[in-house]
């Protein structure tokens, strides 16, 4: 599987293929959990990602708080 490579296609993702809501409560929690080293998820994220495409989700998720 190959991660977005761009705001639009990680939007359409989110939204449409996991058919997540992008409700401010959910993007400052993301936002806040993607932030914290310790947290067990965002460990497994950097795993398996890196943290090059961490900062690109969190950078997503901070537009994504304008957009809404």
């Excluded at 993702?13 to 936002?31: D, F, H, K, Q, S």
């Excluded at 959990?33 to 989700?57: E, P, S, Y």
Aim: hydrophobic share 35%.
């Amino acid at each position: 599987m190959r991660p977005p490579s761009n705001y639009e296609d990680w939007k359409h993702c989110i939204t449409v293929e996991c058919g997540i809501a992008l409700t401010p409560e959910y993007i400052e929690g993301r936002i806040q959990a993607l932030n914290d080293a310790q947290d067990l998820h965002t460990k497994k994220f950097i795993d398996q990602w890196g943290r090059d495409h961490l900062n690109r989700v969190i950078n997503w998720f901070q537009t994504a708080r304008i957009d809404v």
